[in-house]
């Protein structure tokens, strides 16, 4: 059974920081290439990063510069650090992962970290 499990999210004023960890289980987590997505209500979930099994690295435009994201193939964990946040990065958060065979098809979905910045 695969298992995606965030943690790490609250509360946190403008310009603080927060790191976002997802621990996974039931897949072999070095195939697999990892995603951090995020979703208000009413609207799409939009990518905030993505990291591949080769550690090749992608960031939503909105993230560049502020947020890293990385992993550890022996705890099994990618984690998110988020630095100078800001209120529009106030959503839930979503750990994915899909097969390196098929790319950025993410088929796996954990259920969800909030992360709220408001002062």
């Known amino acids: 059974q695969v298992q995606l499990v965030e943690s790490g999210g609250g509360s946190v004023q403008p310009g603080g920081s927060l790191r976002l960890s997802c621990a996974a289980s039931?897949?072999?987590?070095?195939?697999?290439?990892m995603g951090w997505f995020r979703q208000t209500p009413g609207k799409q979930r939009d990518l905030v990063a993505e990291?591949?099994?080769?550690?090749?690295?992608n960031y939503g435009n909105s993230v560049k510069g502020r947020f890293t994201i990385s992993r550890d193939n022996i705890k099994n964990i990618v984690y998110l650090q988020m630095n100078s946040l800001k209120p529009e990065d106030t959503a839930a958060y979503y750990c994915a992962a899909a097969h390196w065979a098929r790319g950025t098809d993410y088929a796996y979905w954990g259920q969800g970290t909030q992360v709220t910045v408001s002062s």
């Open positions: 990291i591949s099994l080769r550690d090749i690295i």
């Open positions: 039931g897949i072999p987590f070095s195939l697999y290439n």
